[in-house]
Structures are given as structure tokens and as C-alpha cells.
């Protein structure tokens, strides 16, 4: 069985060390998400001397560490323990992508003819590198779009300027301690799904409320770029953006495409997230990473669908009903 796993955690200082080992969970569930922070919570049932290793648990100090079947799956900064009578322990942590967005760039610097996972990379470094509690970057592709951008000595949080790359072309997402940078048309597949797959049933979504037509997006000063037009079959429906750390037309163009392409036909996705993958389904849990996609073909709903999908977030829980895994997808970038 591809989806059966058991969980345990452990608690990591910053120097390294093992704080606590945590062997008896209560419940656990963790995530992970494309372009944003993920996030994880465990409830522990202290044995031994582990109640007083836990009382010692202090947030941005420590970290959550969750493996599945001894396998490492998740990790990050814990945010909020909570401590509470009868002696159990419930811990709330973020991924590392949680340590982007309390840091500010250390430098102004400004980026001309760069492409976009490059300057991403530069973002996380330079955010990290007063201090660093761990990390690692890997750029899986360059997103071919390049273009100039400038950061500013102090302004603005490097999450959300990350953020603003990912509005533009690029993906980030974050496994454990390594942030993974790529283009959004990347569409490395792990595996092929059915209806027979989701036992609980499936919901396809048409998103109307994202259809747009034509972009444009507003950089600095005068800088505007446009892409698409009145469309023959959904008629005209418009949409305009600041994005002022844009500094260039290029980039402003490759910003609208960007957001174009995902807005126009509205996305259609497959929604999982009240569903569970069946334990049969030919699937790795541990390779189910937002970016990457998954060849998905349903016949349950009056909308079929048979199509690479992109996962855009995995979400995995289990407490003493057993294991639940859930994925939430839509249809891979196309390029324009």
C-alpha cells in the first residue's frame, strides 16, 4: 500500500540537538503548499521525562521535525506550543519559508536582465545570511523570463517580494529545509490517478470568478505590460495589477502572460481536499510535492477531466481513525 503511514516527531534545537523525542502522537497533520508557507501541528502524549523536555520548548528556538514510517517528511520553526492540563502538549509550527517573510532584504541591490529564479534565489540568501538556522535553495529549472527588479536596503518583507516573483512566472515551495525554486510551466509528473483512487469521490471545479482575459500589470513609473484581448468565446473581461518592484516593460509583459495563462480559460480544478487518497492509489506520499504534477483522469462527475494536473498543496493528518492523505490540483501551466 502506497498511502498507509504511522507518524512519530522529534523537537530540534537551533544548535542542532534533540530536544524531545515524541513517539506518542495523538494526532498529527502537516502540509505542503505551492507559493506560500506550509504548515504543521501535532498533538503529543508525553511519556517518561518527555514532559519536561517539552515544558522547556520555546517558539522560533525550536524545530518540529515529523517523520512517516521513519521516513523525514516535514520540518520548521515551531510558532505556539501549548502546554495543557493532563499533561498533553500540542505544537503549531511553519515550514522554513517561515523565516523569508520575518526577514527584510540587507542590501539594496538592483537586478537587471536577470531571470526570475535567479533573483528569487538572491531574495532567500540575502535573507537568510545575517543568520541562518538551516536552509538549503535548489533551483530545479530557470523560468526563462528575465527582467529587472530592485530591493531596497530594509523595505518590505523578502516573503512577500518573494511572492511578487511568484505572481510573475516563478514557483516556490518548500520540503523540509530546502526551498525549491521553478518555473511555473514545470510539470514533472510522480504518478497517475482515477476515481478509483479517491474512494470518497471528487469535485471539479470551473473557477469563473478568476477568468480573465486581458491583463495588465503597472510597474514602476510608467512601466505597463498587457497581454490578451477581448476573447471570442468568454467576451472581455479585464483585470490590472500594481506590482511596483517591476522596473522594466519585459518584465511587465512576461508578468501579464504570466497571469494570462492561468486566468484564461478559467482554471479548472480538481478538488480533493475533503477527499482521501485510497491506501491502493500508485502514489509516494513523500514525492507528492506542490510543482510537480500528477495524470489524473475522473468520469465520476458530469465533468470529465483526463489530464496532467499540477499539485498545488498535499495535506496529511492522522490521529486514531488512522492515516488521511488529500491533494489539491489544477490544470499544468501551458506555455504562451
Known amino acids: ?11 530540534v534545537d537551533r544548535g542542532g540537538g534533540v530536544v524531545a523525542q ?8 502537516w502540509t505542503r503548499v505551492l507559493d506560500d508557507i506550509s504548515e504543521a501541528r501535532v498533538l503529543i502524549q508525553p511519556d517518561g521525562d518527555c514532559c519536561a523536555a517539552l515544558g522547556r520548548v520555546r517558539p522560533w528556538r525550536h524545530k518540529l521535525v515529523i517523520y512517516r514510517d521513519g521516513q523525514w517528511m516535514w520540518e520548521g520553526p515551531i510558532v505556539v506550543p501549548e502546554w495543557r492540563a493532563g499533561g498533553t502538549v500540542e505544537l503549531f509550527a511553519y515550514d522554513v519559508l517561515a523565516w523569508v517573510d520575518r526577514r527584510v532584504p540587507h542590501e539594496t541591490i538592483r537586478f537587471q536582465d536577470k531571470d526570475l529564479a535567479d533573483i528569487g534565489a538572491w531574495l532567500i540568501e540575502d535573507a537568510f545570511a545575517p543568520d541562518d538556522p538551516g536552509h538549503e535553495v535548489q533551483i530545479i529549472a530557470p523560468t526563462k523570463i528575465r527582467g529587472d527588479r530592485e530591493y531596497e536596503r530594509n523595505i518590505g518583507q523578502s516573503g512577500d517580494h518573494l511572492r511578487d516573483l511568484a505572481e510573475t512566472g516563478l514557483d516556490f515551495t518548500a ?3 530546502k526551498i525549491l525554486l521553478l518555473p511555473e510551466s514545470f510539470c514533472g509528473r510522480v504518478g497517475t490517478l482515477t476515481d478509483a483512487d479517491f474512494p470518497d469521490g471528487l469535485a471539479v471545479v470551473d473557477d469563473g470568478l478568476a477568468l480573465a482575459t486581458r491583463w495588465i500589470v503597472q510597474g514602476k513609473d510608467d512601466v505597463i505590460g498587457e497581454a ?3 476573447d471570442p468565446y468568454f467576451g472581455l473581461l479585464e483585470q490590472s495589477v500594481e506590482q511596483t518592484s517591476i522596473l522594466d516593460s ?3 509583459q512576461a508578468a501579464a502572460r504570466s497571469r494570462l495563462r492561468v486566468s484564461n480559460p478559467a482554471p479548472v480544478f480538481i478538488d ?3 477527499t482521501t487518497l485510497s491506501p491502493e492509489a500508485p502514489v509516494e506520499v513523500r514525492t507528492l510535492v506542490p510543482g510537480w504534477c500528477l495524470d489524473v483522469t475522473t468520469t465520476a462527475t458530469c465533468r470529465t477531466i483526463s489530464q496532467s494536473l499540477k499539485i498545488l498543496g498535499v495535506k496529511v493528518s492522522e490521529d486514531g481513525d488512522g492515516e488521511k492523505v488529500s491533494v489539491q490540483l489544477t490544470p499544468a501551466g501551458k506555455a504562451t
Open 1 to 11: 500500500m502506497a498511502i498507509c503511514g504511522s507518524h512519530t516527531a522529534r523537537i
Open 22 to 29: 515524541a513517539d506518542v502522537l495523538l494526532e498529527v497533520e
Open 175 to 177: 520540503v523540509g529545509s
Open 228 to 230: 490578451g484581448g477581448t
Open 250 to 252: 519585459r518584465s511587465a
Open 272 to 274: 480533493s481536499q475533503q
